[in-house]
Structures are given as C-alpha cells and as structure tokens.
C-alpha cells in the first residue's frame, strides 16, 4: 500500500514539474511589439465617394416619398374646402367627413411609413459601408504589418449636461484616450477606397 502512495506522489510532482516548466516558458516567451495604427471612422465615411452616390439614391426616393404625401395633402384641402361647402347637416356632409379622416389617417400612414424606409435605407447604407471599411482596414492591416487598429475616437466628447448613465457610456465607450496622429491611417483608407470605388463603377 505504501508502495502505491509512493507512485501516486512521485506522478504528481511529476505533474506540478510539468505544468511549472511550462509556464514558465510562456511568461518568458516575448511578443512582438505592436505595430498599431489608428483610424477616424467618421471622417473615412464623410471622405468617401460611395456615400455620396448613395445620398443621391436616397435624395431620389425621399423625393418619392415626398411627392406622394404632398399628393395626399392638396387631395385633403380639395376635400376640405368642398366639406366646409356643404349644408351642415346631411348624408353628403357625413360622407364628406368619413373622407377627409380617411385622407387623414392615410396622410399619417404614408408620413410615418416614408421616416421608416428612409431610416431604414439609411441604416443598410451605414451597414454595408462599415462591412467594406472593415475589409479594406484587415488588407491594409496585413500589406502594411499592422497588429492592430483602433477606431480612434478621441473627437467625441461627453455630451453636455450629461445624465450619469450618458456620461458613464462616453467615459466608458471610449477606445483611444490618445494618439499623437503619427500611427492615423484615415486618409490612406479613404484614397485604397475611393480608387477600388471607382474601379468598381468602371465600365
């Protein structure tokens, strides 16, 4: 029995040896310095050229929008200049009314139907951007030996007269504290692309 408890010890600093050498080999393995660059991530969307088609199409289809609701709202002065024409009491007048709601509520509908397709629009052209920035910033990453890039943030400020839970979230969300802009890439990132822009709207 004793002869087993022996095994059993001698196993386990074999073990704990084990596990010791390596970690100890891991602290003492060295990283490479980081090569680290930086980029502004509101100024790579107002510098590119995709945006501004985009803001086109989005012009166009607001314009729409527009159009179809302005349509709606000369159709309900139409019909309320004939309601205030009529006898005040009678069928015409009650048929009138039940059509100047409809027209109203149909003004309402079309009013906020149109800020949701914008809005949402909007937010498929923010998405797909920020996919391609993503890319294009992993490329320039792994042409240039970059280890790591960060969004510099160091623009935005708390808001003023803050709530705490707003301050808290602009004290916490911030990544960059501070860059002396040697490391920014901003705007080679916006000419790689421009250019792959406009090669992709090349004939």
């Known amino acids: 029995m004793s002869r087993i408890r022996t095994y059993s010890v001698i196993a386990l600093v074999v073990v704990l040896s ?10 003492s393995r060295q990283l490479p310095a980081p090569t680290i660059a930086t980029i502004n991530v509101t100024r790579v969307i107002n510098g590119l050229d995709e945006i ?5 199409e989005l012009e166009s289809f607001i314009r729409e929008r527009t159009t179809k609701l302005q349509d709606l709202e000369r159709r309900f002065e139409i019909a309320k200049g004939e309601f205030d024409l009529l006898p005040r009491e009678g069928a ?5 009314a039940e059509d100047l709601e409809r027209l109203r509520m149909q003004i309402r ?5 149109a800020d949701a397709l914008i809005n949402a629009r909007r937010g498929e052209i923010f998405a797909a951007l920020f996919e391609k920035i993503d890319a294009t910033v992993g490329e320039m990453a792994r042409s240039n030996g970059y280890t790591l890039v960060l969004s510099d943030d160091q623009e935005s400020m708390a808001p003023n007269n803050p709530t705490e839970q707003a301050a808290r979230a602009a004290i916490y969300g911030r990544r960059v504290m501070y860059s002396d802009g040697s490391v920014d890439i901003t705007d080679e990132l916006v000419q790689l692309m421009n250019n792959q822009w406009k090669i992709g709207q090349g004939p």
């Not at 084990?18 to 602290?27: D, E, H, R």
Request: glycine fraction near 0%; charge should be positive; charged fraction near 35%.
């Open 92 to 96: 015409a007048r009650r048929s009138k």
């Open 18 to 27: 084990v596990s010791a050498l390596q970690a100890i080999s891991a602290a």
């Open 52 to 56: 501004k088609a985009r803001e086109k």
């Open 109 to 113: 509908f079309e009013s906020e139907l």
